[in-house]
């Protein structure tokens, strides 16, 4: 069965850094076949792309709002991926989740306040 659990949120003042991490678990093929996305989910509001990666982590792609603030990697060694977000601002308080394909973990929250 494959399962992703993200980890890693919590509250941070605005300008602070946080990273968030997703283990995968269950793939049938090794996890570095499989790119990665994260998305991310304020209430009332529809779940908003921020960021993927490729399988082997050689590419990278970002949404305007976190470029230049959010990096994105993995350890296929660990079947583990990270949101590293710097200089966060109050708008990206929301939940934050792993995806692959239509397999989603249960999300993080990251709270931007001061």
């Known amino acids: 069965q494959v399962q992703l659990v993200e980890s890693g949120g919590g509250l941070v003042q605005p300008g602070g850094s946080l990273r968030v991490s997703c283990v995968a678990s269950g793939f049938t093929f090794t996890f570095s076949v499989y790119a990665m996305k994260w998305y991310r989910q304020v209430p009332g509001k529809e779940r908003e792309w921020v960021a993927s990666?490729?399988?082997?982590?050689?590419?990278?792609t970002y949404a305007v709002s976190v470029k230049g603030r959010f990096t994105i990697s993995r350890d296929n060694a660990k079947n583990t991926m990270y949101l590293q977000m710097n200089s966060l601002k109050p708008e990206d308080t929301a939940v934050y989740y792993c995806?692959?394909?239509?397999?989603w973990g249960r999300g993080t929250q990251v709270t931007v306040s001061s």
């Open positions: 995806n692959r394909e239509t397999t």
């Open positions: 990666i490729s399988g082997d982590g050689a590419t990278a």
